[in-house]
């Protein structure tokens, strides 16, 4: 019976505070947002709970989402106000993930912060540290907000030293060739390649290879080119005019094992697959 009690009490104060705010809102009646949020005792407010730390939280959630999506409350209030929502409600349940992902939305799509964004992110999984999702999640921000390639390589591959999955390592990947790494994004998606649990991913791993072997390729016989016409004053005939003035070892080829389409009039050099390249 007390535990109904207690219940309907949080609850019934939930309630009041919302009710007061639309009484306000009604009357015009200015009055301060924060003060309401200032008195949220962020470390004593598992006590308070009495041992319903998990609806305590879910309620203060529901709160920070009333709170945060009034426009009438000033940017800079709800700006200064963020974190002591959130920690609020990480001090009674820490492993409620979903509120790091929304603080970390709020703070970038309203505050144009991707920066605290990252830091809730990550505060959230070191709380929770077999939640990799936290970690990608943080990753995402700082390559799509920040440019952040490093960051983010570093994020997806820390994420994928826990779930080993391939499709974590196809993005610390990419973000590799985000930053024209290529020789070690050639290893990375050949692993993606192999490890790969469906032939989807398969097949986004060998496009990425064939796109990573291609453009070494030809950035490797346009030296070459450029080097023959300096030295005998013309484009070579073909491709292996450039091995047999020892220029190339060899005359590379495609990852399907085709040769490059090579123009002696312009000297110029492209993939066997054109739309597959582009």
């Known amino acids: 019976m007390k535990k109904v009690v207690w219940i309907f009490a949080l609850i019934l104060s939930y309630a009041m505070v919302v009710r007061m705010n639309l009484h306000y809102k009604n009357l ?30 879910d309620l203060t959630y529901i709160w920070a989402i009333q709170y945060f999506a009034t426009p009438e409350i000033p940017e800079e209030v709800r700006r200064k106000n963020l974190r002591k929502f959130f920690e609020a409600i990480w001090s ?3 492993r409620y993930l979903e509120t790091y992902s929304i603080a970390a939305l709020i703070a970038d799509i309203d ?21 990799v999702e936290l970690l990608e999640e943080a990753a995402f921000y700082a390559f799509s907000r920040k440019k952040d390639y490093d960051l983010a390589h570093k994020l997806y591959m820390e994420a994928y030293r826990i779930n080993k999955d391939p499709k ?32 989807y991913l398969k097949k986004i791993a060998w496009l990425h290879l064939y796109k990573i072997k291609a453009k070494m390729d030809l950035n490797l016989l346009k030296n070459r080119i450029q080097e023959f016409r300096k030295k005998f004053g013309r484009n070579p005939m073909s491709l292996e005019e450039l091995v047999s003035t020892g220029l190339l070892k060899e005359v590379p080829r495609d990852l399907d094992g085709h040769p490059y389409q090579y123009d002696p009039a312009t000297g110029e050099v492209k993939p066997a697959k054109e739309k597959l390249w582009k």
């Open 168 to 199: 974590t390592l196809r993005l610390a990947a990419a973000m590799l060739e985000k930053k024209q790494d290529v020789s070690l994004a050639w290893n990375y998606w050949m692993q993606v390649y192999k490890k790969a649990d469906s032939e």
């Open 111 to 131: 505050f144009h912060d991707p920066d605290t964004a990252i830091e809730f992110l990550l505060e959230g999984f070191k709380r929770n540290p077999r939640a």
């Open 92 to 94: 009674l349940d820490p």
């Open 28 to 57: 015009k009646i200015p009055y301060s947002y924060e003060a309401w949020v200032v008195k949220i005792p962020t470390k004593n407010l598992k006590d308070f709970a009495l041992g319903y730390q998990n609806l305590l939280a």
